[in-house]
C-alpha cells in the first residue's frame, strides 16, 4: 500500500480507471430484464436505518452508475422524505436540499441534474451516495472532488451507505485522513455491512 500522499493520489488515479472501466464493462453486459430489476426495491436491511419520516438523500445517476429512483420513490411512498444534492456555492462543496418526486431538476456545472437553488437545504438522516468502488472495511473511493466526504463530515451523524455495482468491490481501498468511512454497501445483489 502506498504510504506517501504523492503515491496514494497516484494510485487512486491508476484505481479509478480501472474501476470506470470495471464498472462501464458491467453495465454494458447487462441485459434488459437484468436492469430492470436491479435496484428497484428498498432492500430489507435497509429497514434498519429507516425511522419515522427519515429524510433520504439519494441521488441522480449519472452514466453507468446504479440507478436508485424507484428506491427512492418507494421511501417517499413510506412517507419518507427525500433530498438530492446540489453543489454549493464553493468549488467542491455540496448542501442536500428537499425534493419531491416530480419536482422540476437544473443541470450543473458537471452535467448532473440538480434541484432548482431555491430548494430548501436539509439535513440527511441517511444518505445514499454513488461511488467508484468498495472494499468490505466500509472503505469507498469516489471520483475525486471530495463533495461525498466534505458533504459526511457537516452531517456526521447521518447513515452513510455507499452504492454500487458488485463488480466495485476491491480489497484494497487507499485512504486518507479525509476520507470518511460508510456504515453500509448496497449492491445489485447484496447489503454489506463492515465485518
Given at each position: 500500500?502506498?504510504?506517501?500522499?504523492?503515491?496514494?493520489?497516484?494510485h487512486?488515479?491508476?484505481?479509478?480507471?480501472?474501476?470506470r472501466?470495471?464498472?462501464?464493462?458491467h453495465?454494458?453486459?447487462?441485459?434488459?430484464w437484468?436492469?430492470?430489476?436491479?435496484?428497484?426495491?428498498?432492500?430489507?436491511p435497509?429497514?434498519?436505518f429507516?425511522?419515522?419520516?427519515?429524510?433520504?438523500?439519494?441521488y441522480v445517476a449519472y452514466?453507468?452508475?446504479p440507478?436508485?429512483?424507484?428506491?427512492?420513490?418507494?421511501?417517499?411512498?413510506?412517507g419518507?422524505?427525500?433530498?438530492?444534492?446540489?453543489?454549493?456555492?464553493?468549488?467542491?462543496?455540496?448542501d442536500?436540499?428537499?425534493?419531491?418526486?416530480?419536482?422540476?431538476?437544473?443541470?450543473?456545472?458537471?452535467g448532473?441534474?440538480?434541484p432548482?437553488?431555491?430548494?430548501?437545504?436539509?439535513?440527511?438522516?441517511?444518505?445514499l451516495?454513488?461511488?467508484?468502488?468498495?472494499?468490505?472495511?466500509?472503505r469507498?473511493?469516489?471520483?475525486g472532488?471530495g463533495?461525498?466526504?466534505r458533504?459526511?463530515a457537516?452531517?456526521p451523524?447521518?447513515?452513510r451507505?455507499?452504492?454500487?455495482w458488485?463488480?466495485?468491490e476491491e480489497?484494497?481501498?487507499?485512504t486518507?485522513?479525509?476520507?470518511i468511512?460508510?456504515?453500509?454497501?448496497?449492491?445489485?445483489?447484496e447489503?454489506?455491512v463492515?465485518?
Open positions: 500500500m502506498p504510504d506517501s500522499t504523492d503515491d496514494i493520489a497516484q487512486k488515479a491508476a484505481l479509478r480507471k480501472k474501476l472501466f470495471r464498472r462501464a464493462h453495465v454494458e453486459n447487462l441485459v434488459g437484468e436492469k430492470s430489476i436491479c435496484f428497484s426495491q428498498i432492500p430489507r435497509m429497514a434498519d429507516l425511522k419515522t419520516g427519515s429524510t433520504v438523500a439519494f452514466g453507468d452508475e440507478d436508485i429512483a424507484r428506491i427512492a420513490i418507494a421511501l417517499a411512498e413510506q419518507h422524505a427525500l433530498a438530492l444534492p446540489r453543489t454549493g456555492p464553493t468549488e467542491g462543496t455540496m442536500f436540499t428537499a425534493y419531491r418526486p416530480g419536482d422540476a431538476l437544473e443541470p450543473s456545472a458537471h448532473i441534474d440538480q432548482a437553488v431555491e430548494a430548501p437545504i436539509v439535513a440527511p438522516d441517511i444518505v451516495c454513488p461511488l467508484l468502488g468498495f472494499n468490505r472495511a466500509m469507498r473511493i469516489g471520483h472532488g463533495y461525498y466526504d458533504a459526511f457537516r452531517y451523524n447521518a447513515t451507505i455507499g452504492v454500487a458488485s463488480v466495485q480489497e484494497t481501498i487507499p486518507e485522513p479525509h476520507d468511512a460508510l456504515h453500509a454497501v448496497m449492491t445489485e445483489s447489503w454489506i463492515a465485518s
